[in-house]
């Protein structure tokens, strides 16, 4: 047992699972070793029990990734944090008139968990699962501005930087910049950079566990009119109640 109370063991296997998938997935043990500080024995018995259950799998090449049982875990997980956010998100429509969403970061994608559509009949509207890549949008961007420089650039080269419109960032020097403006607003704005004619702002869910973002998007027009000032605070105070229930053993 450990000093905070939890089993040992327990906690190292989910340490490894951690590190394997901020690694993209596959990784071999001498990265873990490295990474964790663990010794190799003990993360060879934790892969191989891990391997046995299906959690992780073994490539040719000996190194181990991510293994196929963990994709119905995260799915059911995803539906009951989209489940429980949601009545958060309806607050924001409400006040707003434009949709609002949930995403969290999946690997080198954000993927959304949860939406509230707005009433009017020309909306924003992003099917809920749909994976995008995090750099044109602005969930994404609000999520990477949460993370370590040397993470950000292994998310930024493995999915490429390509551009979804003639607006996307397609540079890691030109994303550095945007998430550094994005760190000293306490905001991310996709002019038009994953669909042209939309505009988004999102705001990350502090210290959130799953490295989530909401936001509330709709057609240039009409978000050209909404007070960012007035906005981005109620996104702010929604994200800040997410986290507290997030982070609660209860909630």
Known sequence: MTNTGGVQSVERTFELLELMAEAGGE????QLAASSGLPLPTIHRIMRTLVGGGYVRQQPSRRYALGPRLIRLGETASRTLGAWARPYLAELTEVTGETSNMAVLDGDQVVYVAQAPSRHSMRMFTEVGRRVDA???????????????????????????????????????AMRTELTSIREQGYAVDDGEQEIGVRCLA??????????????????????MIAVDEVVPLLIKAAKVLAREMDSPHG
């Open 135 to 173: 750099h044109c949008t602005a969930v994404g961007k609000a999520i990477l501005a949460q993370l370590p420089d040397d993470t950000v650039a292994q998310v930024l080269a493995r999915a490429q930087m390509k551009p979804q419109t003639e607006r996307s960032i397609t540079t890691v020097d």
């Open 203 to 224: 705001v990350a869910v502090p210290g959130s566990p799953s490295n989530a973002a909401i936001s509330i998007s709709g057609p240039e027009t009409r978000m050209s």
């Open 27 to 30: 990784v071999a043990l001498s």
